[in-house]
């Protein structure tokens, strides 16, 4: 059973830079590819960034492409989510959840694993 919990969402304007992290607790951080989800009321939950076990492959949605970047840092079991450019398209709860499968940069969210409980990030314009 893993267990992960983010933090460093927050209010931010327009133009700024927020960097998220997931900690990871519980289980073999190494062995699982994360993700980076998002979420607005009424919409479902969008992968944004995905990362495999060791960090060489990553994943991003084009929504997000160029401005955020996805890391982890196995050691302190612990993933991040550096965002810049922020708008307030970006506006969402943010999730990391993690896939058993350590290729997994892409999955659809009902396939992965854990989940944390999500933090906010409101881009004020």
């Known amino acids: 059973q893993v267990q992960l919990v983010e933090s460093g969402g927050g209010l931010v304007q327009a133009g700024g830079s927020l960097r998220l992290s997931c900690a990871a607790s519980g289980g073999t951080f190494s062995s699982y590819s994360m993700g980076w989800f998002r979420q607005t009321p009424g919409a479902e939950r969008e992968l944004i960034a995905g990362i495999a076990w060791s960090g060489l492959m990553t994943y991003y949605s084009d929504s997000v492409k160029g401005r955020f970047t996805i890391s982890r840092d196995n050691a302190k079991n612990t993933l991040y989510l550096q965002m810049s450019s922020l708008n307030p398209e970006d506006t969402a709860v943010y999730y990391c959840?993690?896939?058993?499968?350590?290729?997994?940069?892409?999955?659809?969210?009902?396939?992965?694993?854990?989940w944390g409980q999500g933090t906010q990030v409101t881009v004020s314009s």
């Open positions: 959840a993690a896939h058993r499968h350590p290729y997994a940069t892409s999955r659809p969210s009902s396939e992965y694993d854990y």
